[in-house]
C-alpha cells in the first residue's frame, strides 16, 4: 500500500518568513495530494489539494509543488502569521470511488513574533 | 458545526470494557472512514465505508468493529480486543471516494481508566 512521509516533524519560524513542509510517497497511482491544517484541539481541515495533472497551485500565501517523478510534493506558506501555527499534514491517493487517503506524521509549525 | 457530528467528546473505558464512538453526517457523502490520532503517528485509518452495508479495514482495524446500515451514521466500537485505545479518534467523510477531500469530525478523545 501507499507510504507517505514528511518533514519535518517540527519547524519553528519567525513571523514574515517562509515556511517548507516537504512529503514523499511510495506508490506511483497517487495522484491526489491533500494538505490538512489542525489547530490545537479541532479538527483537521483542508487549505489545500493538488492533482497529478499539475505541477503547482497557488492560494494566496499557500502554494503546492508537485514532482511525480520523484513522488515528492511540498507545501510552501509565505509571510507566515501566528495564526499559521498549527500542525499541517500532507496525504496522498489514488482517484477513484475505492479510493483512501494515507497520511503523513504530521509537522506542528510554530511562528514566532 | 460541518455537517459531520462526532460523540461524545470525551469518553472513559474501563479495563474489559467494549465502547462505541458515534459519527453522524448531513452532507450526503457516500463515503465515511475512522482514523485514529496518536502523538508522532499522524492519522491511521481503522476502518471506511463507500457505500451503505459494505465497509474494508483500513491499516489498523485489529480490535474494531464498524457498522454501516444507514447513509448518515458510521458508529465504531473499540472492543475490549484493542489493547492500547487511548486516543483521539477522529471520523471523516467525502462524496465519492478521497479525491474530493474529506470533511472531518471533531472527534473523541477516548482514555483508558
Known amino acids: 500500500g501507499e507510504n507517505v512521509e514528511q518533514h519535518p516533524s517540527t519547524l519553528s519560524v519567525q513571523e514574515g518568513d517562509s515556511a517548507v513542509i516537504k512529503c514523499t510517497y511510495s506508490d506511483s497511482a497517487s495522484n491526489y495530494f491533500p494538505w490538512y491544517k489542525q489547530e490545537l484541539g479541532k479538527r483537521p481541515q483542508l487549505i489545500i489539494d493538488i492533482r497529478s495533472n499539475v505541477g503547482e497551485k497557488k492560494d494566496q500565501r499557500i502554494a503546492v509543488t508537485l514532482n511525480k517523478t520523484a513522488k515528492h510534493f511540498s507545501l510552501h506558506i509565505t509571510e507566515t502569521q501566528p495564526e499559521d501555527s498549527a500542525v499541517y499534514f500532507c496525504?496522498?491517493?489514488?482517484?477513484?470511488?475505492?479510493?483512501?487517503?494515507?497520511f503523513g506524521t504530521g509537522t506542528r509549525l510554530q511562528v514566532t513574533l | 458545526d460541518g455537517g459531520i457530528t462526532q460523540s461524545p467528546k470525551y469518553l472513559f473505558r474501563k479495563e474489559g470494557q467494549n465502547v462505541t464512538l458515534s459519527c453522524e453526517q448531513n452532507?450526503?457523502?457516500?463515503?465515511m472512514y475512522w482514523y485514529r490520532q496518536d502523538p508522532g503517528q499522524g492519522l491511521r485509518l481503522i476502518y471506511y465505508s463507500q457505500i451503505v452495508n459494505d465497509f474494508q479495514k483500513g491499516d489498523i482495524a485489529e480490535g474494531y468493529s464498524v457498522s454501516r446500515e444507514k447513509k448518515e451514521s458510521f458508529p465504531l466500537t473499540v472492543t475490549s480486543a484493542q489493547k492500547n485505545p487511548t486516543a483521539f479518534y477522529l471520523c471523516a467523510s467525502s462524496p465519492r471516494g478521497s479525491d474530493y477531500g474529506y470533511t472531518f469530525g471533531s472527534g473523541t478523545r477516548l482514555t483508558v481508566v
Open positions: 452532507l450526503n457523502h457516500d463515503a
Open positions: 496525504a496522498a491517493a489514488p482517484t477513484g470511488t475505492a479510493s483512501k487517503l494515507t
